[in-house]
């Protein structure tokens, strides 16, 4: 299949069929699939269209701002790019290429304990940031300790630390398009790195979770206390996780069902939003990720109370399609749609909007 010229992709649809394309049946499989029937994946989606975005008309709109601030660091734009494991697998620029074309505009990427090159060689490739890396604790608690003082040491600013993978989801998309969870591409950060179990198999009545992490809210503070680093809680989808998540001292939370790739029928990411915004936004700061596909999904997600929001699938189909340039591409074509949008809300920067943007969509409305 002839690759498009990445110039010729004018949205992130086209994005995501000219990466589909591509991509080798197993490597699309593992990345676009999701849990199960898939309910919670299109949900994410789809919950974006049961809101309507309320322009206002006559506003002075001659320069846009985009800008805005995570975690006291500047950021260009109110989006980020969302960890996601092996990107040496859809492109050969892996985690180095998506680290610096992200890093050339200044926007937030976050690269996964998984990655296909190492925490290090990331820093090296994009040293000016802004960047965090996202941690999944390891069986050995001084193996996560490990990884987060090497993050530390190498300039990473923040730890995401994931907590909704006890054990990987069950991934029908991806087991049937042949993809093997163990050892797809070199683990960058070391052999003894574990990925999260893979779902037990045979007959009960009791599954050891073999390989599986010791997780615990004591862990978290322990991990708070071992590290100057803010720790970013991510996989959250009900309020009172979000409360103790504060209180062993999170310095923010990312709204987050991992892309519908966990647990199937498990609340659209948006849908979770409000209440945790709710419950701990006058605290924290609260990110979203899940679904975001367009510009207006960005503002949606902002007038809802997020602070930014996160993107997975999007910028591997991009890194697929064109390597780093294709990543530049599509970061390009999201700030200028949100920009777009922005202006015909009638809100000069992101930070100006807010909850009155928003009214629920008339129900019956046909959502995409
Ligand atoms: C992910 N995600 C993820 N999350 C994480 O914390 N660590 C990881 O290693 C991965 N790996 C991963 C691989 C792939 C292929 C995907 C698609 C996703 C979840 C990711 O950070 C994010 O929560 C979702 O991808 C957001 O949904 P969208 O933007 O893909 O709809
Ligand atoms: C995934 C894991 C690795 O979603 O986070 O595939």
Redesign the pocket.
Known sequence: VARRRTLEIRTLGELEAAAAALLPEAIRGYVNGGAAEEVTLRENHAAFGRWTLRPRVLEEVRTLDLATKMLGAEVRAPFFIAPT?YQRAVHPDGERGMARAASHVGILAVFST?SSDSLEAIARAAPSGPRWFQVYLQPKFVDSQALAERAERAGYSALVVTVD?PV?GSRDQQLASGFAMENPVALGNGRNVV?PPRPPGGPGPRFPLEGGSEASWELLRRLRETTTLPLVVKGLLRAEDAQRAVEVGASAVIVSN?GG?QLDRSPASLDALPEIVEAVGDRVEVYVDGGVRRGSDVLVALALGARAVGLGRPPLWALAVDGEAGVGRFLGLLSSELATSLAILGRRSVQEVDRTDVRPAPLGRSTS
Request: charged share 15%.
């Open positions: 494991a998984l993978t990987l990925s991992h790739r």
